[in-house]
């Protein structure tokens, strides 16, 4: 086991709402400064079956700062392409239509990516996505 996918299982938990509902069933973390490895367990249960050259591409959009290739050719994350809605404070909204809506955001070393599925908050999930990063960022990560 991965040491990370404690991370994915906190992550889940901070995504409930007041009725116990969770708005992210899947995620993935992968390392922004060398080409995308991922960092949990592929088997893990909720686990995001990102492919390398997905990784990578996030990767290098993170760390150059520029996002045009998401406004181009979609946000690429486990075999689907989303939307590329828009970017703010080193934050990426996407969506998919009857799939739902990724969130991707990075601390200093590594991204973090959530599916919120169809239906459910992408502003719960966006905030649990945010609690995680400035967790990592405040311990240097």
């Known amino acids: 086991m991965s040491a990370w996918d404690p991370y994915l299982d906190n992550l889940i938990a901070r995504s409930k709402d007041g009725a116990g509902n969770t708005h992210i069933d899947k995620a993935c973390i992968i390392g922004m400064n060398d080409g995308g490895s991922l960092w949990i367990t592929a088997t893990h249960a909720n686990a995001i079956q990102i492919t390398q050259p997905e990784a990578k591409t996030i ?8 996002y045009d290739t998401f406004t181009m ?5 486990g075999g689907l392409k989303y939307q590329f809605l828009r970017e703010m404070d080193n934050t990426v909204f996407a ?7 990724v969130t991707l955001q990075a601390s200093k070393t590594a991204v973090i990516i959530a ?3 169809e239906g459910k908050q992408q ?10 990063v400035e967790y990592l960022v405040s311990v240097g990560v």
Not at 59 to 66: E, G, L, P, T
Not at 95 to 101: D, F, L, P, R, T
Request: a positive charge.
């Open 59 to 66: 990767a290098q959009c993170f760390n150059s700062k520029k």
């Open 73 to 77: 050719n979609g946000v690429r994350v």
């Open 95 to 101: 969506k998919k239509k009857e799939h739902g809506a």
């Open 115 to 117: 599916h919120c599925p």
């Open 123 to 132: 502003g719960t999930a966006n905030k649990a996505v945010n609690d995680i």
